[in-house]
Protein backbone atom coordinates (compact mmCIF):
# COMPACT_ATOMS: atom_id res chain seq x y z
CA UNK A 1 0.00 0.00 0.00
CA UNK A 2 1.31 3.33 -0.85
CA UNK A 3 1.86 5.83 2.03
CA UNK A 4 -0.82 9.04 1.56
CA UNK A 5 1.67 11.51 2.23
CA UNK A 6 4.01 10.60 -0.19
CA UNK A 7 1.17 10.17 -2.98
CA UNK A 8 0.13 13.90 -2.10
CA UNK A 9 3.46 15.14 -2.37
CA UNK A 10 4.11 13.38 -5.48
CA UNK A 11 0.75 14.68 -6.98
CA UNK A 12 1.41 18.22 -5.61
CA UNK A 13 4.84 18.11 -7.70
CA UNK A 14 3.62 16.87 -10.87
CA UNK A 15 0.86 19.71 -10.94
CA UNK A 16 3.17 22.44 -10.02
CA UNK A 17 5.41 20.93 -12.60
CA UNK A 18 2.38 21.23 -15.26
CA UNK A 19 1.87 25.09 -14.38
CA UNK A 20 5.09 25.59 -14.54
CA UNK A 21 5.40 24.61 -18.14
CA UNK A 22 1.94 26.53 -19.57
CA UNK A 23 3.23 29.77 -17.39
CA UNK A 24 6.40 29.05 -19.86
CA UNK A 25 4.44 28.44 -22.96
CA UNK A 26 2.23 31.72 -22.31
CA UNK A 27 4.81 33.90 -21.57
CA UNK A 28 7.07 32.76 -25.06
CA UNK A 29 3.89 33.45 -26.70
CA UNK A 30 3.37 36.60 -25.29
CA UNK A 31 6.54 38.21 -25.45
CA UNK A 32 6.50 36.49 -29.97
CA UNK A 33 3.57 38.93 -29.99
CA UNK A 34 6.00 42.02 -29.29
CA UNK A 35 6.95 44.69 -31.92
CA UNK A 36 10.32 45.48 -30.97
CA UNK A 37 12.42 48.65 -31.13
CA UNK A 38 9.93 51.11 -32.28
CA UNK A 39 11.28 54.47 -32.59
CA UNK A 40 8.37 57.03 -31.94
CA UNK A 41 9.23 60.70 -32.60
CA UNK A 42 6.44 63.12 -30.87
CA UNK A 43 6.55 66.28 -32.72
CA UNK A 44 5.35 69.86 -31.05
CA UNK A 45 3.96 71.25 -34.23
CA UNK A 46 1.63 74.10 -31.98
CA UNK A 47 2.48 77.33 -30.51
CA UNK A 48 3.39 76.48 -27.13
CA UNK A 49 5.31 74.38 -24.49
CA UNK A 50 3.61 71.75 -24.11
CA UNK A 51 3.64 68.84 -21.41
CA UNK A 52 2.95 65.48 -22.47
CA UNK A 53 1.09 63.49 -20.16
CA UNK A 54 0.53 59.95 -21.53
CA UNK A 55 1.51 57.74 -24.51
CA UNK A 56 -0.65 55.04 -25.92
CA UNK A 57 -0.58 52.54 -28.92
CA UNK A 58 -4.27 50.76 -29.97
CA UNK A 59 -4.67 46.66 -29.45
CA UNK A 60 -7.25 46.46 -32.50
CA UNK A 61 -7.08 42.49 -31.10
CA UNK A 62 -8.57 43.75 -28.15
CA UNK A 63 -10.23 46.25 -28.57
CA UNK A 64 -8.15 48.28 -26.38
CA UNK A 65 -5.52 51.20 -25.52
CA UNK A 66 -2.19 50.08 -23.87
CA UNK A 67 -0.32 52.74 -21.97
CA UNK A 68 3.69 52.99 -22.60
CA UNK A 69 6.18 54.29 -19.78
CA UNK A 70 7.86 56.54 -21.73
CA UNK A 71 8.87 59.18 -19.63
CA UNK A 72 11.12 58.69 -17.08
CA UNK A 73 10.29 58.87 -13.42
CA UNK A 74 8.18 62.38 -13.11
CA UNK A 75 5.37 60.66 -16.11
CA UNK A 76 5.34 63.39 -18.37
CA UNK A 77 8.07 65.24 -21.02
CA UNK A 78 7.80 68.81 -21.53
CA UNK A 79 8.69 69.84 -25.16
CA UNK A 80 9.34 73.33 -26.83
CA UNK A 81 7.64 74.25 -29.83
CA UNK A 82 8.93 73.08 -33.17
CA UNK A 83 10.95 70.88 -30.73
CA UNK A 84 10.47 66.41 -31.17
CA UNK A 85 11.04 64.01 -28.13
CA UNK A 86 12.29 60.36 -29.41
CA UNK A 87 11.60 57.24 -27.43
CA UNK A 88 12.29 54.02 -28.65
CA UNK A 89 9.59 51.21 -27.03
CA UNK A 90 8.53 47.73 -27.23
CA UNK A 91 4.97 47.44 -27.89
CA UNK A 92 3.36 44.18 -26.81
CA UNK A 93 0.29 41.78 -27.98
CA UNK A 94 0.77 44.42 -31.79
CA UNK A 95 4.08 42.52 -33.92
CA UNK A 96 2.84 42.68 -37.50
CA UNK A 97 -0.58 43.89 -36.72
CA UNK A 98 -2.38 47.02 -36.75
CA UNK A 99 -2.15 49.46 -34.15
CA UNK A 100 -2.81 53.34 -33.94
CA UNK A 101 -0.65 55.72 -31.23
CA UNK A 102 -2.41 58.27 -28.74
CA UNK A 103 -1.17 60.85 -26.80
CA UNK A 104 -2.39 62.90 -24.29
CA UNK A 105 -1.00 66.24 -23.65
CA UNK A 106 -1.39 69.89 -22.39
CA UNK A 107 -0.67 73.26 -23.45
CA UNK A 108 1.53 76.02 -21.20
CA UNK A 109 -0.29 78.88 -20.45
CA UNK A 110 2.42 80.54 -18.04
CA UNK A 111 4.19 79.69 -15.10
CA UNK A 112 3.65 76.18 -14.07
CA UNK A 113 0.08 75.81 -15.78
CA UNK A 114 -1.44 74.10 -18.22
CA UNK A 115 -4.27 74.22 -19.97
CA UNK A 116 -6.87 71.03 -20.33
CA UNK A 117 -5.80 67.74 -21.68
CA UNK A 118 -5.25 67.53 -25.40
CA UNK A 119 -5.91 64.08 -27.37
CA UNK A 120 -3.87 63.61 -31.08
CA UNK A 121 -4.51 59.92 -32.59
CA UNK A 122 -1.73 58.90 -35.29
CA UNK A 123 -1.81 57.41 -38.29
CA UNK A 124 -2.87 53.81 -38.42
CA UNK A 125 -0.07 51.59 -39.28
CA UNK A 126 0.98 47.69 -39.15
CA UNK A 127 3.67 47.26 -36.22
CA UNK A 128 6.87 45.79 -37.34
CA UNK A 129 10.33 45.03 -35.25
CA UNK A 130 11.95 48.94 -36.22
CA UNK A 131 9.06 50.55 -37.37
CA UNK A 132 9.56 54.27 -37.19
CA UNK A 133 6.42 56.53 -36.73
CA UNK A 134 6.43 59.77 -36.07
CA UNK A 135 2.99 61.98 -34.38
CA UNK A 136 2.46 65.64 -35.15
CA UNK A 137 1.09 67.14 -31.83
CA UNK A 138 -0.60 70.14 -33.47
CA UNK A 139 -4.28 71.10 -32.18
Do not use: W
Amino acid sequence: MQNPLRFARHTCVHAVLGLSILAQATVAQAAGDNCKDVRITLANRTADEIKITKLEYKDFDKNIFRTEAAFGLDGFQRLERNKSFVTVQNLEHVDNDQTQLRVTYKHRIGGTKFEDAVVVLGETFVCRDGTAITVKLNK
